[in-house]
């Protein structure tokens, strides 16, 4: 069992679900103030570690997330590219949530916002000066993590150009490597913190390949292949990935009580899975869950 695992089963309940949901509603929110007055983030909601520390404006912490993926342009532009950035980040963002279940993005999301302020308030601790961070390397991190984890995954560039994911993926990082050599020592230390979850969440996540869709699939096929010895016995099965005590020593089980019929999961499906109910005398049924 890995770092993550044991995370997930201690504090995985407090996960948010549709995590991409709620961010979107905060792009929407900052993209209105910035046409509405373009000042007023600046001077209010902008992560100001000086205005934290020496005015106690805490709120900072969290309203800097209002700013839109793009900021400069005509009203048009503004209004257009905002529209396609905001709604890419929140179909890589739910689908990597899908992939990875919510725990696991939640960590990776809540990793990116603590490395932003950090970077932030190391840059006015050593220099005494407010420097402008935003959501620019947060959205960035969430487009790798989806790079390393569908790399063959095609985008239309200009809607025309089919491009895999994984060379955009190379490009961003190329650019941030560049940036990093040749800017200066602030910008170092702003793109190494704030790129921290994902080089932390990677680094830990000993076991990440698995996720790959190419091994999901791969793992189905061998599973498919494979006949059940009619010796072993199962007492327990994941009502979501089928995986009983036999795929491995480490694995644990659990039973839900909010699902009925005595459904019983997995480590990494006990806080990720839909609950279940009963199918009724009309027919009718709730939710059901799904493999991944």
């Not at 890419?88 to 725990?103: A, D, H, K, Q």
Request: aromatic share 16%; hydrophobic share 45%.
């Amino acid at each position: 069992m890995n770092f993550l695992n044991k995370l997930e089963r201690k504090f995985g309940r407090f996960a948010i679900p549709n995590l991409m949901y709620y961010i979107v509603v905060l792009y929407i929110a900052g993209f209105l103030i910035r046409m509405i007055n373009p000042n007023f983030y600046l001077k209010y909601l902008c992560l100001a570690p000086g205005a934290v520390i020496h005015e106690f404006q805490v709120w900072r912490v969290v309203t800097f997330l209002l700013w839109p993926p793009v900021d400069s342009g005509s009203t048009l532009t503004l209004l257009i590219f905002n529209f396609f950035m905001i709604y890419l980040y929140y179909s890589l963002g739910n689908t990597l949530e899908r992939v990875w279940g919510t725990f696991r993005f939640n960590l990776y999301f809540l990793i990116g916002i603590l490395g932003t302020i950090l970077a932030s308030f190391l840059l006015y601790a050593l220099t005494g000066t407010n420097y402008l961070l935003t959501t620019q390397y947060l959205n960035a991190s969430l487009f790798m993590a989806f790079a390393v984890t569908f790399p063959d995954m095609q985008f239309y560039l200009y809607g025309i150009l089919p491009i895999k994911a994984k060379w955009l993926g190379l490009f961003d990082g190329a650019i941030f490597l560049l940036n990093f050599l040749v800017g200066s020592w602030a910008t170092r230390l702003e793109i190494l913190v704030s790129m921290a979850n994902f080089l932390l969440f990677f680094a830990i996540s000993r076991n990440y390949k698995n996720i790959y869709p190419k091994a999901m699939k791969q793992k189905r096929a061998t599973k498919g292949k494979i006949k059940p010895m009619s010796a072993q016995k199962v007492h327990h099965r994941c009502a979501v990935c089928g995986r009983t005590e036999n795929d491995g020593e480490d694995l644990e089980f659990r039973y839900c009580s909010k699902c009925e019929g005595g459904l019983e999961y997995c480590q990494d499906h006990l806080y990720t899975h839909k609950h279940v109910t009963k199918t009724t005398a009309t027919g009718m049924e709730t939710e059901v869950p799904k493999k991944l």
